[in-house]
Each structure stands twice: as C-alpha cells, then as structure tokens.
C-alpha cells in the first residue's frame, strides 16, 4: 500500500490569516494543500477563487489540490491551473462531458481527478479511468466543513480501490469530509490513501501534532 498522504483543507483555516496558515501547515508536515473552490451554485456555499490560489502559489512547494464545487467548471480549468494548481478535480454532475473535462485538465498540464458525491455511484467514473489521476470520495456533502463522517460511503472506497487494482493504472484514492484521527483508520482500511482535513488540522492548536496524528492513526 502507498504511504498515506495528508492534505489539510484551507478551508478551516484563519481567512483573516491565510498566507501565514499556508506556510504553518505546509511546515508541520501536509503533503499537499486542499484548497476548495465553491460557487454558491454546485453547492450551498461561496468560498475563493483562482486569484487566492495564485497569491498563497508562491508561499509553498507544496502541490496544490483544487477541488472544484463550481458548475459549469469548464470555464475556469485554464484559470486554475495558471493559477498554479497540480492536481484540479472535479464533480461528474459538474458538467455535460466529463471525459472532455478531464481531458482538458490533462491537457492543461494538471493532475485530473473526480469527485464522487455521496448519492453518486462509482459506475460514473469506470469509463473515464484512462483519464483520471486521482478519485475523491465525499464523506459528506459538499459545500461546508465541519460536518459529520458518512460511514456509508466506506464500500465506495473499498469498490474504488478495487476498480483501481483491475485497471492497473496508478490513480490516487482520496477522501474528503469528516476526516479525523477517529475516522482515518476505517478510510485507509478501506484503500483511501490520500486524506483531506480541514477542521482536524486548522481547528488544532498544533497542526504538526494533529497531522502526525492522522498519519498515524492511518
Ligand atoms: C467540503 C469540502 C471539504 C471540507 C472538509 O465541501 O470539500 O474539503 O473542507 O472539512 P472537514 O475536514 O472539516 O470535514
Ligand atoms: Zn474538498
């Protein structure tokens, strides 16, 4: 199994702070930086834009995770990725073409991921597999942080993870949504190798010890 990766979600941290926060995370140990794009539309929520993304860029090696809540998404590919994104991922419901999507990501020079909501089934994505580099499972429904660990999204992970094997292609499973130290270890049993957290990460008061915590719990 892949090491597990940690990728704290920006959007529990201080927006009074957020440069200061990227540099403070990025030195406690996360492997990548979560960032989530919400238009008020895909979902309930209005977050940041590319602009953000392309002001905190230069603040970290990191690789930047951008996951998109926005509909259409197409629009806005290029903008993420001169914003400096690596990896850009992305809902099926996002949109009418999804292979064209993801072809387009990749074309862009990013990582290309989907994102599987909670009621979304993972037959939406075993005919894109060519064209994807990372799958997310939402243990919540997107829009919020904070929010409680969907248990019932576990075989999803499992399935993926399966599906993953049979391809034989190197894509990176990832879960998003009520991750903590208490519910990491079900996810990575489960075959989730990367592991967003916002609340778990930002909301402790020593982001070194919360993300050793989730990597060791993992
Ligand atoms: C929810 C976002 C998540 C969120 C996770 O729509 O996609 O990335 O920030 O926050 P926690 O870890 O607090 O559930
Ligand atoms: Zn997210």
């Known amino acids: 199994m892949t090491p597990v990766r940690i990728a704290p979600s920006l959007l529990a941290a201080d927006f009074t702070r957020l440069g200061e926060e990227v540099r403070a995370?990025?030195?406690?140990?996360?492997?990548?930086?979560?960032?989530?794009i919400m238009d008020g539309h895909f979902v309930p929520n209005i977050s940041f834009g590319p602009g953000l993304v392309k002001a905190l860029r230069p603040l970290t090696d990191i690789p930047f995770d951008v996951h998109l809540m926005i509909a259409p998404a197409?629009?806005?590919?290029?903008?993420?990725?001169?914003?400096?994104?690596?990896?850009i991922s992305l809902h099926p419901e996002a949109g009418p073409h999804l292979h064209r999507s993801?072809?387009?990501?990749?074309?862009?020079g990013c990582k290309a991921g989907v994102v599987l909501n909670p009621a979304t089934p993972v037959e939406s994505v075993a005919h894109v597999l060519d064209l994807t580099d990372l799958l997310l499972v939402m243990?919540?429904?997107?829009?919020?942080?904070?929010?409680?660990?969907?248990?019932?999204?576990?075989?999803?992970?499992?399935?993926?993870?399966?599906m993953i094997a049979e391809s034989g292609r190197d894509i990176a499973l990832q879960v998003d949504g009520g991750v903590t130290a208490a519910t990491a270890p079900a996810c990575r049993r489960a075959g989730a190798d990367v592991l967003v957290a916002g609340t778990a990460v930002f909301g402790a008061?020593?982001?070194?010890?919360?993300?050793?915590?989730?990597?060791e719990e993992a």
């Open 74 to 87: 197409d629009p806005y590919l290029a903008a993420f990725a001169q914003a400096g994104a690596q990896w």
């Open 205 to 215: 008061t020593d982001y070194a010890a919360a993300i050793a915590a989730l990597r």
């Open 139 to 162: 243990t919540v429904n997107p829009g919020f942080g904070g929010q409680s660990f969907l248990s019932s999204q576990l075989d999803k992970i499992a399935t993926l993870r399966r």
């Open 25 to 36: 995370v990025a030195a406690a140990g996360a492997d990548w930086l979560h960032l989530d």
């Open 102 to 108: 993801l072809q387009t990501i990749r074309a862009l």
